[in-house]
């Protein structure tokens, strides 16, 4: 069974513009959550959507958002790119609530 | 607020020998999950160990197991027989067992193996 995949794997975008970063679980899983993971901060939760419906958020401004498709498939959007959002972008996925997560190999963004 | 301390930032081991990463959690709740993840170079997340809180068994899988002592809320990691493949930065995770799929994540501790 395939993984949980993130495309793309690399992006660099300067200060101002907006990215799109996508995550497709596992097959059978309906639960996607992302995190963001940087030096300075570790790892930090930023959303979690089951059923295309975003049940709990993180502690991040509202430039973050998310949204999950009828296929479980996940983006999340950053608009107005800041030079701390440089990090890396994990998601996760599992098929359901006592079920464990696994994590996909990641997105680095970097904002020049 | 859950919170998840690992306090050794970095640890050595010699290959074939065993290692102990420490971590302990803060949490006012009964019912809830404890991981520890594995991210190596790559900067994939591997999940390496699960545990139930209700389950006063400690996990094992093959050569890690964890020593889970809910009262003292502390949930160690041990991992036997180490091997140069286990270098990487171990994460202490909690889940609640009743607020979905947030993990909260300790800072980490990153282990290497001496040939």
């Known amino acids: 069974k395939a993984g949980v995949t993130q495309t793309p794997r690399y992006l660099i975008k300067t200060r101002g513009q907006q990215v799109t970063l996508s995550c497709s679980p596992i097959?059978?899983?309906?639960?996607v959550s992302w995190y963001q993971q940087t030096p300075g901060q570790g790892l930090q939760f930023l959303f979690e959507?089951?059923?295309?419906?975003?049940?709990n958020k993180g502690n991040f401004p509202g430039r973050f958002s998310g949204r999950q498709f009828s296929n479980s498939r996940s983006e999340m959007n950053v608009s107005t790119l800041e030079l701390g959002d440089s990090a890396l972008y994990l998601c996760?996925?599992?098929?359901?609530?006592?079920?464990?997560?696994?994590f996909g190999p990641g997105t680095r963004l970097l904002v020049l | 607020a859950q919170t998840v301390t690992q306090s050794q930032p970095e640890m050595s081991v010699q290959e074939a020998e065993t290692v102990t990463l420490s971590c302990t959690y803060d949490?006012?709740?009964?019912?809830?999950?404890l991981f520890w993840y594995k991210q190596p170079p790559s900067r994939q997340m591997i999940l390496v160990i699960r545990?139930?809180?209700?389950?006063?068994q400690n996990a094992t899988e093959n050569r890690f197991s964890v020593n889970f002592q809910k009262a003292a809320k502390s949930f160690s990691l041990k991992i036997s027989d180490s091997q140069l493949g286990d270098a990487a930065m171990y994460f202490c995770a909690y889940r609640s067992g009743s607020s979905g799929d947030k993990l909260t994540f300790g800072t980490g501790t990153r282990l290497a193996v001496r040939p």
């Open positions: 996760a996925s599992r098929r359901g609530l006592q079920e464990t997560q696994y």
């Open positions: 959507y089951f059923s295309e419906t975003q049940r």
């Open positions: 097959s059978g899983h309906r639960s």
């Open positions: 949490t006012s709740e009964s019912d809830y999950y």
């Open positions: 545990q139930e809180a209700y389950k006063q």
